[in-house]
């Protein structure tokens, strides 16, 4: 009887490794489909950005230099989310947002671009598409906190070490975007 005690004992640990296992994968596959939905709508911003440009263009003739940065920007952002690189993404993604604050701050002097609906609709989707970026990252984060936790947290990290689960790096970006704007000066010329 105590023989039959300790392998049902012994049943029990191994179906609760196994448990943790199979949660860890779950969690592993879940920061893979959140980072996919995001490189989706990476892709598809990247896609509209020189539709954007392009119709810049025939308003702004001297303000090329604003739309090369946006263009490097994006050039930026692509490289870094090919090679999912975290920290050179969000710095991308910043460095993108900053020249696109800067592009809609001087389509102001352009009432005839402001006004074009080709312009206006790219401007809208771009902006849908940031949301949803934004939207989805925060479900990764999520994600990616929940990971790093379960492997550090015991008994998960005997598994966690056991069959090498790594700890998954979070989507940031520069401190400068999460401050809060400063109204008034959004509007001092």
Same mark, same amino acid.
């Given at each position: 009887?105590?023989?039959?005690?300790?392998?049902?004992?012994? +049943?029990?640990?191994?179906?609760?490794?196994? =448990?943790?296992?199979?949660?860890?994968? /779950?969690?592993?596959? !879940?920061?893979? &489909?959140?980072?996919?939905?995001?490189?989706?709508?990476?892709? #598809?911003?990247?896609?509209?950005?020189?539709?954007?440009?392009?119709?810049?263009?025939?308003? =702004?003739?001297?303000?090329?230099?604003? @739309?090369?940065?946006?263009?490097?920007?994006?050039?930026?952002?692509?490289?870094?989310?090919?090679?999912?690189? =975290?920290?050179?993404?969000?710095?991308?993604?910043?460095? @993108?947002? /900053?020249?696109?604050?800067? @592009?809609?701050?001087?389509?102001?002097?352009?009432?005839?671009?402001?006004?074009? =609906? #080709?312009?206006?609709?790219?401007?809208?989707?771009?902006?849908?598409?940031? !949301?949803?970026?934004?939207? &989805?990252?925060?479900?990764?984060?999520?994600?990616? !906190? +929940?990971?790093?936790?379960?492997?550090?947290?015991?008994?998960?990290?005997?598994?966690?070490?056991?069959?090498?689960?790594?700890?998954?790096?979070?989507?940031?970006?520069? /401190?400068?975007?999460?401050?809060?704007? /400063?109204?008034?000066?959004?509007?001092? &010329?």
């Amino acid at each position: 009887m105590p023989l039959l005690i300790f392998f049902a004992l012994i +049943v029990v640990v191994l179906v609760y490794f196994v =448990m943790i296992y199979n949660n860890l994968v /779950s969690l592993k596959h !879940n920061i893979g &489909r959140a980072w996919s939905n995001i490189d989706v709508l990476l892709k #598809q911003r990247h896609d509209e950005l020189p539709k954007l440009v392009e119709t810049c263009k025939h308003y =702004m003739q001297f303000e090329a230099e604003t @739309l090369e940065k946006i263009m490097l920007a994006r050039g930026g952002v692509a490289q870094a989310r090919e090679q999912r690189d =975290m920290v050179a993404l969000g710095a991308a993604e910043q460095q @993108l947002r /900053s020249r696109l604050g800067a @592009l809609y701050a001087t389509v102001e002097a352009y009432p005839e671009l402001r006004a074009n =609906m #080709q312009f206006q609709h790219l401007v809208g989707r771009i902006t849908q598409l940031e !949301n949803d970026i934004a939207d &989805r990252r925060e479900f990764y984060n999520d994600t990616v !906190n +929940v990971n790093n936790v379960r492997i550090e947290q015991f008994p998960d990290v005997i598994v966690a070490n056991a069959f090498h689960f790594k700890p998954a790096q979070l989507l940031e970006f520069d /401190s400068h975007d999460k401050q809060d704007v /400063s109204v008034g000066t959004l509007f001092q &010329r």
